[in-house]
């Protein structure tokens, strides 16, 4: 059975975005740009709710357009040519080899991780990665601290019941950013 991995960037305060929405303070040093890179080969699909898809579709189709910047030459292509999936009740359609999912959420996802491939990544956002981890759907959990405190914001999981989880892994990258790498407590 395919797992899900939830991939997501936290301040040190425990926000995925700023006050204001803001996401431009991730540290996406060489060291965390490569493990990212290494990550991608475990993966073949990406999942997305309907915030995180608005956000990486408007970036990810043409980053690697006059760019220096290493990582969007890289994943740019690959962003393009991996399939990916959007939880929503309002989107419709989508572009970009990209199909939408709505209606019952525990039905949808079972039914992929039933299907044959690699594991599936959902990369950051709160309201689907809430709901997976609600519904015990998350395998893994790849949370990256960044050396930011952002005073407010989306925080990581908003009233979510409690759960735990088992760490597996911890790594630093650029001497920079911390990944903490969980699993779902038995």
């Not at 915030?51 to 990486?56: E, P, Q, S, T």
């Not at 690699?118 to 960044?146: C, N, P, R, S, W």
């Amino acid at each position: 059975m395919r797992k899900i991995i939830y991939w997501v960037h936290v301040s040190l305060d425990g926000h995925i975005s700023g006050p204001n929405g803001e996401f431009d303070w991730p540290v996406f040093g060489p060291e965390l740009a490569r493990y990212s890179h290494e990550e991608n080969d475990r993966v073949d699909t990406f999942l997305y709710g309907r915030a995180v898809w608005d956000l990486m579709s408007s970036y990810w189709p043409t980053a690697d357009e006059d760019t220096t910047e290493e990582h969007a030459r890289y994943f740019a292509p690959i962003w393009r040519a991996t399939p990916k999936v959007v939880f929503s009740r309002t989107l419709t359609r989508a572009d970009w080899n990209t199909r939408v999912v709505g209606g019952d959420l525990d039905a949808a996802v079972t039914a992929l991780k039933a299907e044959p491939g690699k594991d599936m990544q959902l990369t950051g956002g709160t309201g689907v990665a809430a709901a997976l981890a609600e519904l015990d759907l998350i395998d893994e959990y790849q949370v990256v601290v960044h050396p930011v405190v952002l005073g407010g914001g989306k925080q990581l999981f908003p009233l979510v019941p409690r759960f735990t989880l088992r760490l597996t892994e911890t790594r630093t990258f650029d001497n920079q950013t911390v990944l903490l790498r969980y699993e779902r407590a038995a």
